[in-house]
C-alpha cells in the first residue's frame, strides 16, 4: 500500500488549492480512506473522508468549503479546498483503514498514511 499526496503550497486567505491523494496497491474504493491535518504543536485532526461505502464526513471546521472526491480509474483520491483560512495552515495527509471498523474520520483507526504537504496559507 502507497499513498502520495501533492497539491500543497502556499496561498493567500481567501484561496483555494486542490490536494491529490495517489494510492496504490489497494483499489480505492473498497476501503475507508481519507484526508487529515496537523499544525504545528497540535494534535492530528480529521478533515474529511469517504467511508468504505460511500458516505462522505467532514469536520465542522471546513464544512461548505472543503469538498473530497475520488477518482476510481486514477485510484486518486482529492480535497478540494476553497475560501481558506490561515488556521487551515498544516501538513495534510492521506490516510486509509485497511482493516476496516473504524471511523473513516478518527486517525487513529487508520493504518497507512502519505507522507503528507505542507499547505500554507497566509493573512
Known amino acids: 500500500v502507497q499513498l502520495v499526496e501533492s497539491g500543497g503550497g502556499l496561498v493567500q486567505a481567501g484561496g483555494s488549492l486542490r490536494l491529490s491523494c495517489a494510492a496504490s496497491?489497494?483499489?480505492?474504493?473498497?476501503?475507508?480512506i481519507g484526508w487529515f491535518r496537523q499544525a504545528p504543536g497540535k494534535e492530528r485532526e480529521g478533515v474529511s473522508c469517504i467511508s468504505s461505502d460511500g458516505y462522505t464526513y467532514y469536520a465542522d471546521s471546513v464544512k461548505g468549503r472543503f469538498s473530497i472526491s475520488r477518482d476510481n480509474a486514477k485510484n486518486t483520491l482529492y480535497l478540494q479546498m476553497n475560501t481558506l483560512k490561515p488556521e487551515d495552515t498544516a501538513v495534510y495527509y492521506c490516510a486509509t483503514d485497511q482493516d476496516g471498523g473504524s471511523w473513516c474520520l478518527d486517525y487513529r483507526g487508520m493504518d497507512y498514511w502519505g507522507k503528507g504537504t505542507l499547505v500554507t496559507v497566509s493573512s
Open positions: 496497491g489497494f483499489t480505492l474504493d473498497y476501503y475507508g
